[in-house]
DNA sequence: CGACGTGTTGAAGACTCTCAAAGTCCGTGG
DNA sequence: CCACGGACTTTGAGAGTCTTCAACACGTCG
Protein backbone atom coordinates (compact mmCIF):
# COMPACT_ATOMS: atom_id res chain seq x y z
CA UNK A 1 0.00 0.00 0.00
CA UNK A 2 1.41 3.49 -0.71
CA UNK A 3 0.56 5.71 1.98
CA UNK A 4 1.88 8.45 2.76
CA UNK A 5 3.18 9.59 6.49
CA UNK A 6 1.78 11.94 8.17
CA UNK A 7 3.28 14.60 10.98
CA UNK A 8 2.75 13.02 13.99
CA UNK A 9 -0.03 15.01 16.26
CA UNK A 10 -0.13 15.60 20.26
CA UNK A 11 -3.62 13.59 21.09
CA UNK A 12 -4.61 16.84 22.85
CA UNK A 13 -4.92 18.86 20.02
CA UNK A 14 -6.32 16.00 17.96
CA UNK A 15 -9.64 17.66 16.19
CA UNK A 16 -11.61 14.11 17.19
CA UNK A 17 -10.31 13.77 20.39
CA UNK A 18 -13.40 14.25 22.50
CA UNK A 19 -15.16 11.40 19.99
CA UNK A 20 -13.04 8.48 19.33
CA UNK A 21 -12.28 5.92 21.03
CA UNK A 22 -10.15 7.53 23.47
CA UNK A 23 -12.59 10.15 24.36
CA UNK A 24 -12.82 8.93 27.90
CA UNK A 25 -8.54 8.62 28.14
CA UNK A 26 -7.35 10.74 31.45
CA UNK A 27 -3.68 12.30 30.13
CA UNK A 28 -1.99 9.44 31.67
CA UNK A 29 -3.72 6.99 29.44
CA UNK A 30 -3.40 9.54 26.32
CA UNK A 31 0.44 8.91 27.10
CA UNK A 32 0.33 5.24 26.82
CA UNK A 33 -1.69 5.48 23.37
CA UNK A 34 0.48 8.10 22.01
CA UNK A 35 3.39 6.06 22.54
CA UNK A 36 1.72 3.32 19.98
CA UNK A 37 0.05 5.15 17.33
CA UNK A 38 1.43 6.35 14.48
CA UNK A 39 -0.80 7.99 11.33
CA UNK A 40 -1.04 6.53 7.70
CA UNK A 41 -2.50 8.73 4.62
CA UNK A 42 -4.70 6.81 2.42
CA UNK A 43 -5.67 8.53 -1.10
CA UNK A 44 -9.43 8.98 -2.57
CA UNK A 45 -10.00 5.29 -3.79
CA UNK A 46 -7.49 3.46 -2.33
CA UNK A 47 -8.43 0.36 -0.96
CA UNK A 48 -6.98 0.07 2.93
CA UNK A 49 -7.94 -3.69 3.29
CA UNK A 50 -9.46 -6.41 1.21
CA UNK A 51 -11.61 -8.82 3.33
CA UNK A 52 -9.29 -11.69 4.87
CA UNK A 53 -6.39 -9.57 4.94
CA UNK A 54 -3.95 -10.39 7.92
CA UNK A 55 -4.56 -6.38 10.17
CA UNK A 56 -1.61 -5.77 12.41
CA UNK A 57 -3.53 -2.33 13.32
CA UNK A 58 -6.92 -0.92 14.75
CA UNK A 59 -7.72 2.85 13.96
CA UNK A 60 -9.37 5.46 14.25
CA UNK A 61 -10.55 7.64 11.38
CA UNK A 62 -9.03 11.36 12.10
CA UNK A 63 -10.35 13.13 8.51
CA UNK A 64 -12.02 11.41 5.29
CA UNK A 65 -14.59 9.35 4.47
CA UNK A 66 -13.94 5.36 4.32
CA UNK A 67 -16.65 2.55 3.41
CA UNK A 68 -17.05 -0.88 4.59
CA UNK A 69 -18.59 -3.12 1.91
CA UNK A 70 -19.09 -6.91 1.33
CA UNK A 71 -19.00 -8.69 -1.80
CA UNK A 72 -20.91 -11.74 -3.34
CA UNK A 73 -19.17 -14.26 -5.59
CA UNK A 74 -20.75 -12.83 -8.81
CA UNK A 75 -19.89 -9.58 -7.84
CA UNK A 76 -23.24 -8.01 -6.23
CA UNK A 77 -21.81 -5.72 -3.19
CA UNK A 78 -23.42 -4.02 -0.55
CA UNK A 79 -21.91 -1.36 1.56
CA UNK A 80 -22.58 -2.23 4.69
CA UNK A 81 -20.69 0.40 7.26
CA UNK A 82 -19.82 4.02 6.60
CA UNK A 83 -16.04 5.06 8.57
CA UNK A 84 -16.60 8.98 9.28
CA UNK A 85 -14.13 10.82 11.23
CA UNK A 86 -13.53 9.45 15.07
CA UNK A 87 -15.08 5.93 13.91
CA UNK A 88 -12.64 3.30 14.55
CA UNK A 89 -11.80 0.52 12.37
CA UNK A 90 -10.58 -3.42 12.69
CA UNK A 91 -11.36 -5.60 16.12
CA UNK A 92 -9.39 -6.31 19.10
CA UNK A 93 -9.12 -10.00 19.20
CA UNK A 94 -9.37 -10.61 15.49
CA UNK A 95 -6.35 -10.89 13.26
CA UNK A 96 -8.73 -10.68 9.75
CA UNK A 97 -10.52 -7.81 7.85
CA UNK A 98 -14.04 -8.89 7.46
CA UNK A 99 -14.73 -6.51 5.05
CA UNK A 100 -13.34 -4.47 2.37
CA UNK A 101 -12.19 -1.23 3.51
CA UNK A 102 -11.95 1.43 0.92
CA UNK A 103 -11.15 4.99 1.42
CA UNK A 104 -13.62 7.47 -0.82
CA UNK A 105 -11.62 10.80 -0.10
CA UNK A 106 -8.29 10.99 0.90
CA UNK A 107 -8.13 9.61 4.58
CA UNK A 108 -6.18 10.14 7.62
CA UNK A 109 -5.88 7.39 10.47
CA UNK A 110 -4.38 6.78 13.44
CA UNK A 111 -3.34 3.99 13.44
CA UNK A 112 -2.21 1.79 16.76
CA UNK A 113 -0.64 -1.60 16.52
CA UNK A 114 -3.26 -4.25 17.28
CA UNK A 115 -1.25 -6.06 20.30
CA UNK A 116 -0.41 -3.39 22.13
CA UNK A 117 -3.87 -1.93 22.15
CA UNK A 118 -5.26 -4.80 22.94
CA UNK A 119 -3.22 -4.86 26.28
CA UNK A 120 -4.18 -1.48 26.52
CA UNK A 121 -8.16 -2.69 26.41
CA UNK A 122 -7.39 -5.03 29.17
CA UNK A 123 -5.60 -2.25 31.09
CA UNK A 124 -7.61 0.81 30.51
CA UNK A 125 -10.92 0.32 30.94
CA UNK A 126 -11.73 3.50 29.71
CA UNK A 127 -10.99 2.62 26.36
CA UNK A 128 -12.97 -0.76 26.09
CA UNK A 129 -15.97 1.50 28.27
CA UNK A 130 -15.99 3.23 24.88
CA UNK A 131 -15.26 0.74 22.54
CA UNK A 132 -18.81 -0.51 23.91
CA UNK A 133 -20.54 2.37 23.39
CA UNK A 134 -19.24 3.16 20.07
CA UNK A 135 -20.06 -0.92 19.25
CA UNK A 136 -23.95 -0.49 20.39
CA UNK A 137 -24.16 2.78 18.57
CA UNK A 138 -22.89 1.14 15.57
CA UNK A 139 -24.95 -1.70 15.79
CA UNK A 140 -27.85 0.91 16.35
CA UNK A 141 -26.69 1.88 13.12
CA UNK A 142 -26.93 -0.97 11.33
CA UNK A 143 -30.52 -2.43 12.26
CA UNK A 144 -31.39 1.31 11.24
CA UNK A 145 -30.22 0.22 8.03
CA UNK A 146 -31.59 -3.13 7.62
CA UNK A 147 -35.09 -1.47 7.98
CA UNK A 148 -34.07 0.87 4.88
CA UNK A 149 -32.61 -1.90 3.34
CA UNK A 150 -35.14 -4.82 3.34
CA UNK A 151 -38.62 -2.57 3.62
CA UNK A 152 -37.93 0.78 1.80
CA UNK A 153 -38.74 1.76 -1.61
CA UNK A 154 -36.00 3.14 -3.66
CA UNK A 155 -37.66 6.86 -3.53
CA UNK A 156 -37.41 6.61 0.77
CA UNK A 157 -34.17 5.28 0.76
CA UNK A 158 -32.72 7.74 -1.36
CA UNK A 159 -34.53 10.48 1.10
CA UNK A 160 -33.25 8.66 3.80
CA UNK A 161 -29.53 8.83 2.66
CA UNK A 162 -30.00 12.44 1.75
CA UNK A 163 -31.11 13.12 4.92
CA UNK A 164 -28.91 11.51 7.25
CA UNK A 165 -26.08 13.30 5.08
CA UNK A 166 -27.55 16.40 5.64
CA UNK A 167 -27.90 16.41 9.34
CA UNK A 168 -24.47 15.09 9.73
CA UNK A 169 -23.34 17.99 7.88
CA UNK A 170 -25.47 20.42 10.05
CA UNK A 171 -24.54 19.08 12.52
CA UNK A 172 -20.69 19.35 12.11
CA UNK A 173 -21.02 22.94 10.56
CA UNK A 174 -23.26 23.77 13.49
CA UNK A 175 -25.29 25.97 10.57
CA UNK A 176 -28.76 24.55 11.79
CA UNK A 177 -30.64 27.14 11.50
CA UNK A 178 -33.99 25.43 10.20
CA UNK A 179 -34.26 26.96 7.09
CA UNK A 180 -32.47 25.43 3.67
CA UNK A 181 -29.87 23.35 3.93
CA UNK A 182 -26.39 22.45 1.68
CA UNK A 183 -23.93 19.79 1.35
CA UNK A 184 -22.13 18.24 -1.22
CA UNK A 185 -22.00 14.51 -1.65
CA UNK A 186 -19.26 12.51 -0.45
CA UNK A 187 -20.11 9.39 -2.49
CA UNK A 188 -20.33 8.90 -5.95
CA UNK A 189 -24.31 7.07 -7.83
CA UNK A 190 -22.51 3.65 -7.44
CA UNK A 191 -21.35 4.39 -3.80
CA UNK A 192 -24.73 5.35 -3.20
CA UNK A 193 -26.38 2.28 -4.80
CA UNK A 194 -23.87 0.28 -2.82
CA UNK A 195 -25.02 1.80 0.26
CA UNK A 196 -28.82 1.52 -0.68
CA UNK A 197 -28.57 -1.80 -2.38
CA UNK A 198 -29.90 -0.27 -5.82
CA UNK A 199 -28.33 0.08 -8.93
CA UNK A 200 -26.86 3.05 -10.24
CA UNK A 201 -29.04 4.01 -12.37
CA UNK A 202 -32.45 3.59 -9.85
CA UNK A 203 -30.07 6.04 -7.42
CA UNK A 204 -29.85 8.73 -10.48
CA UNK A 205 -33.65 8.36 -11.71
CA UNK A 206 -34.82 9.25 -8.27
CA UNK A 207 -32.47 11.79 -7.44
CA UNK A 208 -33.94 13.65 -10.66
CA UNK A 209 -36.97 12.78 -9.62
CA UNK A 210 -36.85 14.52 -6.14
CA UNK A 211 -34.90 17.15 -8.20
CA UNK A 212 -38.21 17.65 -10.80
CA UNK A 213 -40.87 17.66 -7.78
CA UNK A 214 -38.44 20.41 -6.13
CA UNK A 215 -37.76 18.14 -2.43
CA UNK A 216 -34.12 19.30 -3.34
CA UNK A 217 -31.53 21.15 -5.78
CA UNK A 218 -29.04 20.22 -7.73
CA UNK A 219 -26.14 22.33 -8.27
CA UNK A 220 -23.43 20.23 -10.26
CA UNK A 221 -23.91 16.68 -10.05
CA UNK A 222 -22.62 16.07 -6.19
CA UNK A 223 -23.77 19.76 -4.30
CA UNK A 224 -27.40 19.20 -3.19
CA UNK A 225 -29.77 22.16 -1.39
CA UNK A 226 -32.69 20.95 0.59
CA UNK A 227 -35.05 24.29 0.53
CA UNK A 228 -37.79 22.16 3.10
CA UNK A 229 -35.97 19.84 5.33
CA UNK A 230 -39.33 18.26 6.80
CA UNK A 231 -40.16 17.93 3.08
CA UNK A 232 -37.24 15.82 2.58
CA UNK A 233 -38.10 13.89 6.08
CA UNK A 234 -42.46 13.06 4.33
CA UNK A 235 -39.80 11.44 1.98
CA UNK A 236 -38.19 8.91 3.78
CA UNK A 237 -40.61 6.65 5.41
CA UNK A 238 -40.04 7.83 8.69
CA UNK A 239 -41.19 8.16 12.09
CA UNK A 240 -40.57 12.47 11.63
CA UNK A 241 -40.19 12.41 15.21
CA UNK A 242 -38.60 9.27 16.43
CA UNK A 243 -35.40 8.06 16.83
CA UNK A 244 -32.83 8.97 14.12
CA UNK A 245 -30.29 7.19 12.57
CA UNK A 246 -27.11 8.29 12.94
CA UNK B 1 -47.30 -8.44 31.38
CA UNK B 2 -48.26 -11.84 32.36
CA UNK B 3 -44.91 -13.91 33.46
CA UNK B 4 -44.64 -16.58 35.47
CA UNK B 5 -41.93 -16.57 38.13
CA UNK B 6 -39.04 -19.63 37.09
CA UNK B 7 -37.54 -21.58 40.34
CA UNK B 8 -34.63 -20.01 41.05
CA UNK B 9 -31.16 -21.82 38.75
CA UNK B 10 -27.54 -21.87 39.99
CA UNK B 11 -25.32 -20.05 37.66
CA UNK B 12 -23.22 -22.66 38.00
CA UNK B 13 -25.98 -25.50 36.68
CA UNK B 14 -26.93 -22.78 34.41
CA UNK B 15 -26.95 -24.32 30.44
CA UNK B 16 -25.64 -21.05 28.82
CA UNK B 17 -23.08 -20.24 31.44
CA UNK B 18 -20.42 -20.53 28.75
CA UNK B 19 -21.90 -18.78 26.16
CA UNK B 20 -23.64 -15.47 28.18
CA UNK B 21 -22.70 -12.76 29.12
CA UNK B 22 -21.26 -13.98 32.44
CA UNK B 23 -19.27 -16.61 30.26
CA UNK B 24 -15.79 -15.15 31.51
CA UNK B 25 -17.04 -14.29 35.68
CA UNK B 26 -15.00 -16.47 38.54
CA UNK B 27 -16.93 -17.37 41.16
CA UNK B 28 -16.58 -14.66 43.37
CA UNK B 29 -18.19 -12.78 40.10
CA UNK B 30 -21.35 -14.89 39.64
CA UNK B 31 -22.20 -14.45 43.25
CA UNK B 32 -22.74 -11.03 42.74
CA UNK B 33 -24.36 -11.46 39.61
CA UNK B 34 -26.41 -14.13 41.65
CA UNK B 35 -27.52 -11.61 43.80
CA UNK B 36 -29.28 -9.37 41.16
CA UNK B 37 -30.71 -12.13 39.16
CA UNK B 38 -33.97 -13.44 38.51
CA UNK B 39 -35.99 -15.39 35.98
CA UNK B 40 -39.40 -14.16 34.05
CA UNK B 41 -40.95 -16.98 31.56
CA UNK B 42 -42.70 -14.66 28.62
CA UNK B 43 -45.09 -17.02 26.50
CA UNK B 44 -45.29 -17.40 22.81
CA UNK B 45 -45.94 -14.62 21.29
CA UNK B 46 -46.19 -12.32 24.01
CA UNK B 47 -44.21 -8.77 23.55
CA UNK B 48 -41.58 -8.25 25.90
CA UNK B 49 -40.89 -4.50 24.99
CA UNK B 50 -42.51 -2.53 22.77
CA UNK B 51 -39.75 0.60 21.26
CA UNK B 52 -39.57 3.09 23.09
CA UNK B 53 -40.83 1.42 26.87
CA UNK B 54 -38.48 2.13 29.77
CA UNK B 55 -36.90 -0.89 30.31
CA UNK B 56 -35.68 -1.37 34.20
CA UNK B 57 -33.82 -4.63 33.45
CA UNK B 58 -31.67 -6.04 30.93
CA UNK B 59 -31.10 -9.88 30.22
CA UNK B 60 -29.47 -12.80 29.11
CA UNK B 61 -32.05 -15.30 27.31
CA UNK B 62 -31.91 -18.78 28.85
CA UNK B 63 -34.13 -20.86 26.26
CA UNK B 64 -36.96 -20.04 23.88
CA UNK B 65 -36.67 -17.61 20.76
CA UNK B 66 -37.82 -13.71 20.77
CA UNK B 67 -37.08 -11.18 18.11
CA UNK B 68 -36.04 -7.86 17.64
CA UNK B 69 -38.30 -6.07 15.03
CA UNK B 70 -38.26 -2.05 13.75
CA UNK B 71 -41.41 -0.77 12.47
CA UNK B 72 -42.47 2.06 9.72
CA UNK B 73 -45.32 4.08 10.67
CA UNK B 74 -47.28 2.65 7.51
CA UNK B 75 -47.14 -0.89 9.07
CA UNK B 76 -43.98 -2.55 7.29
CA UNK B 77 -41.50 -3.69 9.55
CA UNK B 78 -38.23 -5.52 9.66
CA UNK B 79 -36.72 -8.10 11.84
CA UNK B 80 -33.44 -6.46 12.77
CA UNK B 81 -32.30 -9.74 15.20
CA UNK B 82 -32.99 -12.68 16.37
CA UNK B 83 -32.35 -13.74 20.45
CA UNK B 84 -31.45 -17.29 21.09
CA UNK B 85 -30.49 -18.82 24.13
CA UNK B 86 -27.50 -17.11 25.68
CA UNK B 87 -28.26 -13.81 23.72
CA UNK B 88 -28.18 -10.64 25.73
CA UNK B 89 -31.10 -7.91 25.45
CA UNK B 90 -30.97 -4.10 26.70
CA UNK B 91 -28.10 -1.90 26.51
CA UNK B 92 -26.56 -0.69 29.45
CA UNK B 93 -26.78 2.86 30.13
CA UNK B 94 -29.86 3.61 28.01
CA UNK B 95 -33.67 3.39 29.18
CA UNK B 96 -35.69 2.69 26.38
CA UNK B 97 -36.46 -0.17 24.36
CA UNK B 98 -35.03 0.78 20.82
CA UNK B 99 -37.19 -2.14 19.43
CA UNK B 100 -40.11 -4.22 20.03
CA UNK B 101 -38.96 -7.76 21.86
CA UNK B 102 -41.63 -10.46 21.27
CA UNK B 103 -41.15 -13.94 22.44
CA UNK B 104 -41.95 -16.22 19.14
CA UNK B 105 -41.65 -19.57 21.26
CA UNK B 106 -41.83 -19.28 25.22
CA UNK B 107 -38.96 -17.63 26.69
CA UNK B 108 -36.82 -17.95 30.00
CA UNK B 109 -35.43 -14.85 30.42
CA UNK B 110 -32.32 -14.43 33.26
CA UNK B 111 -32.62 -10.64 34.58
CA UNK B 112 -31.12 -8.02 36.36
CA UNK B 113 -31.88 -4.91 37.55
CA UNK B 114 -30.48 -2.44 35.03
CA UNK B 115 -28.69 -0.02 37.54
CA UNK B 116 -26.96 -2.78 39.55
CA UNK B 117 -25.96 -4.47 36.71
CA UNK B 118 -24.35 -1.24 34.85
CA UNK B 119 -22.86 -1.06 38.05
CA UNK B 120 -21.52 -4.32 37.89
CA UNK B 121 -20.07 -3.52 34.97
CA UNK B 122 -17.87 -1.24 36.01
CA UNK B 123 -17.05 -3.21 39.03
CA UNK B 124 -16.36 -6.50 36.86
CA UNK B 125 -14.42 -6.16 33.30
CA UNK B 126 -14.71 -9.62 32.59
CA UNK B 127 -18.51 -8.68 32.28
CA UNK B 128 -17.80 -5.84 30.02
CA UNK B 129 -15.18 -7.73 27.98
CA UNK B 130 -17.65 -10.60 27.31
CA UNK B 131 -20.16 -8.27 26.38
CA UNK B 132 -17.81 -6.25 24.22
CA UNK B 133 -17.20 -9.38 22.18
CA UNK B 134 -20.86 -10.44 21.84
CA UNK B 135 -21.60 -7.00 20.70
CA UNK B 136 -18.73 -7.68 18.02
CA UNK B 137 -20.40 -10.37 16.91
CA UNK B 138 -23.86 -9.02 16.43
CA UNK B 139 -22.33 -6.47 14.46
CA UNK B 140 -20.54 -8.66 12.34
CA UNK B 141 -24.17 -10.53 11.86
CA UNK B 142 -26.23 -7.67 11.36
CA UNK B 143 -23.85 -6.58 8.34
CA UNK B 144 -23.83 -10.12 6.61
CA UNK B 145 -27.74 -9.70 7.05
CA UNK B 146 -27.32 -6.38 5.29
CA UNK B 147 -26.12 -8.13 2.72
CA UNK B 148 -29.13 -10.18 2.26
CA UNK B 149 -31.48 -7.89 2.36
CA UNK B 150 -29.51 -5.66 0.25
CA UNK B 151 -28.50 -7.35 -2.81
CA UNK B 152 -29.78 -11.36 -2.36
CA UNK B 153 -32.80 -12.55 -4.58
CA UNK B 154 -35.73 -14.09 -2.51
CA UNK B 155 -34.58 -17.45 -3.38
CA UNK B 156 -31.03 -16.63 -2.00
CA UNK B 157 -32.91 -15.20 1.03
CA UNK B 158 -34.50 -18.46 2.00
CA UNK B 159 -31.67 -20.59 1.45
CA UNK B 160 -29.27 -18.42 3.22
CA UNK B 161 -32.20 -18.41 6.52
CA UNK B 162 -32.49 -22.42 6.15
CA UNK B 163 -28.42 -22.93 5.77
CA UNK B 164 -28.29 -20.79 8.61
CA UNK B 165 -30.81 -22.48 10.93
CA UNK B 166 -29.39 -26.18 9.95
CA UNK B 167 -26.51 -24.92 11.06
CA UNK B 168 -27.03 -23.45 14.17
CA UNK B 169 -29.43 -26.91 15.16
CA UNK B 170 -26.54 -29.13 13.93
CA UNK B 171 -23.98 -27.47 16.13
CA UNK B 172 -26.44 -27.61 18.97
CA UNK B 173 -26.98 -31.62 18.60
CA UNK B 174 -23.23 -32.09 17.69
CA UNK B 175 -25.58 -34.45 15.21
CA UNK B 176 -22.81 -33.34 12.10
CA UNK B 177 -22.43 -36.14 10.38
CA UNK B 178 -22.14 -34.45 6.85
CA UNK B 179 -25.36 -36.29 5.42
CA UNK B 180 -28.76 -35.40 6.12
CA UNK B 181 -30.05 -32.72 8.57
CA UNK B 182 -33.13 -31.98 9.64
CA UNK B 183 -34.69 -29.45 11.79
CA UNK B 184 -38.02 -27.48 12.84
CA UNK B 185 -38.30 -23.83 11.66
CA UNK B 186 -38.82 -21.78 14.70
CA UNK B 187 -40.82 -19.18 12.59
CA UNK B 188 -43.94 -18.49 10.90
CA UNK B 189 -43.86 -18.25 7.16
CA UNK B 190 -44.39 -14.34 8.37
CA UNK B 191 -41.86 -14.01 10.63
CA UNK B 192 -39.62 -15.59 8.20
CA UNK B 193 -40.77 -12.77 5.69
CA UNK B 194 -40.02 -9.95 8.15
CA UNK B 195 -36.57 -11.23 8.65
CA UNK B 196 -35.57 -11.35 5.14
CA UNK B 197 -37.64 -8.19 3.50
CA UNK B 198 -40.00 -10.26 1.63
CA UNK B 199 -43.70 -10.79 1.97
CA UNK B 200 -45.19 -13.86 3.26
CA UNK B 201 -46.37 -15.12 -0.07
CA UNK B 202 -42.84 -15.04 -1.91
CA UNK B 203 -41.77 -16.91 1.18
CA UNK B 204 -44.14 -19.23 0.15
CA UNK B 205 -43.24 -19.73 -3.09
CA UNK B 206 -39.49 -20.35 -2.95
CA UNK B 207 -40.56 -22.58 0.05
CA UNK B 208 -42.35 -24.66 -2.32
CA UNK B 209 -40.04 -24.15 -5.34
CA UNK B 210 -37.31 -25.42 -3.12
CA UNK B 211 -39.30 -28.35 -2.19
CA UNK B 212 -40.40 -28.74 -5.92
CA UNK B 213 -36.84 -28.77 -6.75
CA UNK B 214 -35.50 -31.42 -4.24
CA UNK B 215 -33.01 -29.26 -2.49
CA UNK B 216 -35.39 -29.72 0.74
CA UNK B 217 -38.29 -31.62 1.87
CA UNK B 218 -40.81 -30.96 4.22
CA UNK B 219 -42.79 -32.65 6.58
CA UNK B 220 -45.60 -30.94 7.83
CA UNK B 221 -45.30 -27.11 7.30
CA UNK B 222 -42.69 -26.56 9.34
CA UNK B 223 -40.26 -29.76 9.89
CA UNK B 224 -37.32 -29.41 7.04
CA UNK B 225 -34.76 -31.81 5.85
CA UNK B 226 -32.24 -31.13 3.77
CA UNK B 227 -31.06 -34.07 1.77
CA UNK B 228 -27.93 -32.21 0.30
CA UNK B 229 -26.05 -29.65 2.62
CA UNK B 230 -24.01 -28.42 -0.14
CA UNK B 231 -26.51 -28.29 -2.76
CA UNK B 232 -28.72 -25.82 -0.34
CA UNK B 233 -25.17 -23.89 -0.03
CA UNK B 234 -25.47 -23.43 -3.88
CA UNK B 235 -28.42 -21.63 -3.63
CA UNK B 236 -27.40 -19.21 -1.30
CA UNK B 237 -25.19 -17.13 -3.34
CA UNK B 238 -22.43 -17.01 -0.57
CA UNK B 239 -19.12 -18.05 -0.83
CA UNK B 240 -19.15 -21.26 -0.40
CA UNK B 241 -15.89 -21.43 2.09
CA UNK B 242 -15.61 -17.95 2.77
CA UNK B 243 -16.75 -16.81 6.47
CA UNK B 244 -20.05 -17.51 7.65
CA UNK B 245 -22.79 -15.99 9.37
CA UNK B 246 -23.86 -16.80 12.55
C1' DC C 1 -9.00 15.54 -29.87
C1' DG C 2 -10.27 11.14 -28.08
C1' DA C 3 -10.37 8.19 -24.00
C1' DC C 4 -12.19 7.60 -19.67
C1' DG C 5 -14.87 8.12 -15.49
C1' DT C 6 -19.16 9.68 -14.11
C1' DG C 7 -23.92 10.60 -14.63
C1' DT C 8 -28.53 10.71 -17.22
C1' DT C 9 -32.25 8.79 -19.75
C1' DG C 10 -35.07 5.32 -22.39
C1' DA C 11 -37.25 0.79 -23.37
C1' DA C 12 -37.97 -3.85 -22.35
C1' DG C 13 -38.14 -7.39 -19.15
C1' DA C 14 -37.68 -9.85 -14.65
C1' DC C 15 -38.77 -10.28 -10.14
C1' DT C 16 -41.53 -9.39 -6.34
C1' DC C 17 -45.72 -7.51 -4.50
C1' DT C 18 -50.73 -7.04 -4.12
C1' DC C 19 -55.11 -8.81 -4.09
C1' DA C 20 -57.94 -12.75 -3.95
C1' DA C 21 -59.43 -17.44 -3.15
C1' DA C 22 -58.95 -21.72 -1.30
C1' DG C 23 -56.56 -25.52 1.43
C1' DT C 24 -54.59 -27.47 5.90
C1' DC C 25 -54.25 -28.05 10.67
C1' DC C 26 -56.00 -27.73 15.31
C1' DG C 27 -58.66 -26.71 19.25
C1' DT C 28 -63.33 -25.47 20.88
C1' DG C 29 -67.93 -26.39 21.57
C1' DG C 30 -72.21 -28.42 20.39
C1' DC D 1 -68.00 -37.45 17.14
C1' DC D 2 -68.24 -33.85 14.01
C1' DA D 3 -68.94 -29.05 12.75
C1' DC D 4 -67.02 -24.70 13.18
C1' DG D 5 -63.81 -20.90 13.49
C1' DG D 6 -59.34 -19.19 13.40
C1' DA D 7 -54.44 -19.18 12.48
C1' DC D 8 -51.39 -20.41 9.14
C1' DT D 9 -50.18 -21.64 4.46
C1' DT D 10 -50.49 -22.30 -0.51
C1' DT D 11 -51.48 -20.92 -5.11
C1' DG D 12 -53.03 -17.93 -8.98
C1' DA D 13 -53.35 -13.67 -11.81
C1' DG D 14 -52.26 -9.13 -12.64
C1' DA D 15 -49.79 -4.96 -11.53
C1' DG D 16 -45.83 -2.33 -10.25
C1' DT D 17 -41.17 -1.47 -9.07
C1' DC D 18 -36.69 -2.01 -10.01
C1' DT D 19 -33.18 -3.98 -12.97
C1' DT D 20 -30.90 -4.75 -17.28
C1' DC D 21 -29.11 -3.33 -21.47
C1' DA D 22 -28.06 0.42 -24.28
C1' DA D 23 -27.23 5.02 -25.87
C1' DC D 24 -25.80 9.42 -24.91
C1' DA D 25 -24.10 13.76 -22.25
C1' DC D 26 -20.57 16.05 -19.59
C1' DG D 27 -16.00 17.16 -17.75
C1' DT D 28 -11.14 15.98 -17.03
C1' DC D 29 -6.81 14.60 -18.59
C1' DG D 30 -3.29 12.73 -21.44
Redesign the interface.
Known amino acids: MQDVEFGHVECADCPIRHRAVCSRCETDELVLLEEIKYYRTFEAGQTIAW?GDKLDFVATVVSGIAT?S?T???G???M??LLLPSDFMG?P?REMA??DVTATTEVVMCCFRRRPFEELM?TT?HI??R???M??D???A??????L????TAREKIASLLAIIARRDASLKLSKAGGSLEFDLPLTREAMADY??LTLETVSRQVSALKREGVIELAGKRHISVPDFDRLMLET???CDG?MPF
Open positions: TLQLEDRTQVGRGTYRPAQLLETLELDAREWMLLGRKLGGDDG
